[in-house]
Every structure is written in structure tokens, then in C-alpha cells.
């Protein structure tokens, strides 16, 4: 299973981004897709997740700005980032919850990380 996270950049302040993470590969089936970020000296921290329902959850700190959504006929999940922040600079990282076929287990799975640079 692979994640191709793409989308980033550079953006000035009050400005929008959309990401998008491809899942390909070996997947039965996919259960929360979500997005986290990671700047250096900081642990990960998730942005957002939604699980196979389309339930969501956000941080508190991109609420009202950020909206995450999945096409499951794409296998993609999407991140919209509006009003953005120069502390929204990370990179940020996709992740799923993967169901392979055969055995029927659940892995998790991370993409490669995009930059997103908040800047004037």
C-alpha cells in the first residue's frame, strides 16, 4: 500500500491550500483517512481525521478553517486549508487505517510528507 501526499507549498498569510493524498496498492478496504503535521523539535500532531462514515474531527487550532473529506471511489482523502497561519507551517502527513485482502488485518499507513510554508 502507498500514499502519494501532494498539494503543498508556499502561501502568503490569509491564503488557501488544498492536499490530497492518493492511497494505491493491495486495500480490501479503508477505515479514518486523516491529516497530521510535524515541525522541527515537535511531535506529530493530527490536523484532522474522518473515519469511513464521514465522521470528521479537527484540532482545535485549524476548526472553521480547515475541512477534510474523502472519495472513496479515489481512495483519496483531501484537506482544504483556508486563512491560513504562518503556524501552519509543517509538514504535513497523510495517514489511513488499511484493510489488505486475505487476512483481513488493519495496518496503518503514512504518506511522505508535504511542505507547507505560510509566509509573506
Known amino acids: 500500500v502507498q500514499l502519494q501526499a501532494s498539494g503543498g507549498g508556499l502561501v502568503q498569510p490569509g491564503g488557501s491550500l488544498r492536499l490530497s493524498c492518493a492511497v494505491s496498492?493491495?486495500?480490501?478496504?479503508?477505515?479514518?483517512m486523516g491529516w497530521y503535521r510535524q515541525t522541527t523539535g515537535k511531535q506529530r500532531e493530527l490536523v484532522a481525521e474522518?473515519?469511513?462514515?464521514?465522521?470528521?474531527n479537527y484540532a482545535d487550532s485549524v476548526k472553521d478553517r480547515f475541512t477534510i473529506s474523502r472519495d472513496n471511489a479515489k481512495n483519496t482523502v483531501y484537506l482544504q486549508m483556508t486563512s491560513l497561519k504562518p503556524e501552519d507551517t509543517a509538514v504535513y502527513y497523510c495517514k489511513t487505517r488499511t484493510v489488505v485482502p486475505i487476512t483481513l488485518y488493519e495496518y496503518v499507513y503514512w504518506g511522505q510528507g508535504t511542505q507547507v510554508t505560510v509566509s509573506s
Open positions: 496498492g493491495s486495500i480490501f478496504s479503508i477505515n479514518a
Open positions: 474522518i473515519t469511513s462514515g464521514g465522521n470528521t
